[in-house]
């Protein structure tokens, strides 16, 4: 079992940053990849960004160079830093981890979330 605890969220105007953290607890050696994901009101959830156990990341297109990934592995903690803020990013940002089994996900671990509001 792994736990995820999300915290960070808050209201910012636009063109501001916000930083989110994921703070991990139980299995973590077996989690192969963390990842971010968002949902916004009326729409389905969406990846983010993630980050593998080598430390290699992956973005949406549309947030590469804005949104960053990293992670803290003293603290078992993830991070996803996010600049240039925009109405449309206010989402409800969860943390996930998955363990992968060949080409397969055979787990996946969701944290509860935390709101973003983006508004001036």
């Known amino acids: 079992q792994v736990q995820l605890v999300e915290s960070g969220g808050g209201l910012v105007q636009p063109g501001g940053s916000l930083r989110l953290s994921c703070a991990v607890s139980?299995?973590?050696?077996?989690?192969?990849?963390m990842s971010w994901y968002r949902q916004a009101p009326g729409k389905q959830r969406e990846l983010v960004a993630y980050?593998?156990?080598?430390?290699?990341?992956n973005y949406v297109d549309s947030l590469k160079g804005r949104f960053t990934i990293s992670r803290d592995d003293p603290k078992n903690t993830v991070f996803l830093q996010m600049n240039s803020l925009a109405p449309e990013d206010t989402a409800v940002y969860y943390c996930?981890?998955?363990?992968?089994?060949?080409?397969?996900?055979?787990?996946?671990?969701w944290g509860r979330g935390t709101q973003v509001t983006i508004s001036s």
């Open positions: 980050i593998t156990s080598g430390g290699s990341t």
């Open positions: 996930a981890a998955d363990r992968f089994a060949g080409r397969s996900t055979t787990a996946r671990y």
């Open positions: 139980g299995d973590i050696v077996s989690i192969d990849r």
